[in-house]
């Protein structure tokens, strides 16, 4: 099917396995318009005044930046009016968006994180958009916070957009993972890649090794074989990787194998990880396994945790299945 439009791939696929409503076909094209939107908006830079501070905070504490602000609107503006959610929620807002009443709701709950790689907006690195739909319970017209806490495995979609050289968008609707490519001169996106897998065993690794002091012991005996190399335990040399945008380190980990680390630390000791689990882990969790690939928190998998909370942070190991079970065994049964 490599090279039909994101509308043909949702229309066969819809045909071909029937586990696809006519409303997340209209939630997936409409999200992959926003992501067209916002790449527009990133590739214009400066010249549209897009870059540099909000001036504002969100509710993680974190300085907002011109193009989080712009993202987070350009996705909500563009799913509130289309009758296909119930309600949506984002890393930019403390609490779920409600769909305004002048529009009709649909069954879909839609979570994302707007514009992931903040810090890499005002030096020209690739950042992405991540997204997770989960179904709202059955009878419940308003959604409130509590509905939206779903383990990840309830999850009937999940993709990001990378906005890097190119633009692409990778998706899963539970059928693998596949990867499209923006066509800027058509404005489609074009299946470019089916099915992606990911190597059981890898030589990269990526983790932010400027917190190194901060971690936990398994984190520390793992990394430090790797570092070892040849000579070492593990007996081959490994080579590393960190972007700091979690879509780009994780594009490049369905590409060509690798594995992604992000564990709790000690630097905030009443926080579990720096990621957030309902629009960050899941989905990056889902899109993982679906190619073959594994993510854990180091004890549990990603997709089995019950959120407790919207913007809940989790510790993440992801990719290279056999990279992944190594790093979990060292934290314990
Ligand atoms: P966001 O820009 O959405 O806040 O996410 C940034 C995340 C993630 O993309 C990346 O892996 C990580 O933060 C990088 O963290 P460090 O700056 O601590 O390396
Ligand atoms: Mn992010
Ligand atoms: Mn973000």
């Not at 514009?115 to 308003?142: K, M, Q, Y």
Request: glycine share 10%.
């Amino acid at each position: 099917m490599k090279g039909i439009t994101l509308t043909r791939y949702l229309i066969e696929e819809q045909r071909a396995a029937a586990h696809i409503e006519g409303d997340l076909r209209l939630l997936v094209e409409v999200v992959a318009r926003a992501c067209k939107a916002i790449s527009i908006a990133i590739g214009k830079g400066d010249l549209a005044g897009v870059l540099g501070n909000a001036g504002t905070g969100n509710v993680q504490g974190e300085a907002q930046k011109k193009l989080d602000v712009i993202s987070n609107e350009i996705l909500l503006e563009a799913n509130e009016w289309g009758g296909h959610l119930a309600a949506m929620a984002s890393e930019e807002m403390e609490k779920p968006y409600a769909i305004p009443h002048r529009y009709p709701k649909g069954e879909y709950l839609l979570l994302f994180d707007p514009l992931d790689g903040s810090s890499n907006i005002d030096v020209n690195v690739s950042v992405g958009t991540i997204f997770s739909v989960l179904r709202c319970p059955e009878g419940v017209a308003e959604p409130g916070e509590h509905h939206f806490l779903q383990p990840g495995t309830r999850q009937v979609c999940a993709g990001y957009a990378v906005y890097g050289p190119t633009t692409l968008l990778v998706l899963t609707l539970g059928n693998g993972t596949h990867c499209f490519t923006l066509d800027r001169e058509m404005g489609s996106f074009i299946l470019t890649e089916e099915n992606l897998r990911i190597p059981e065993d890898t030589r990269e690794f990526a983790i932010n090794m400027s917190n190194q002091r901060h971690w936990e012991a398994p984190v520390r005996r793992y990394v430090d074989e790797l570092l070892a190399g040849k000579p070492g335990p593990r007996g081959k040399d490994f080579n590393m990787r960190w972007v700091a945008s979690m879509v780009a380190d994780v594009h490049r980990i369905l590409s060509r194998g690798g594995i992604f680390m992000y564990p709790r630390d000690a630097r905030e000791p009443d926080k579990p990880g720096k990621l957030r689990l309902m629009y960050e882990a899941n989905p990056m969790a889902m899109i993982v396994e679906q190619a073959g690939g594994a993510a854990t928190d180091g004890n549990r998998r990603i997709l089995d945790v019950q959120p407790d909370g919207l913007h809940q942070r989790v510790a993440v190991f992801l990719g290279s299945r056999n990279e992944v079970q190594r790093v979990s065994a060292y934290h314990g049964p």
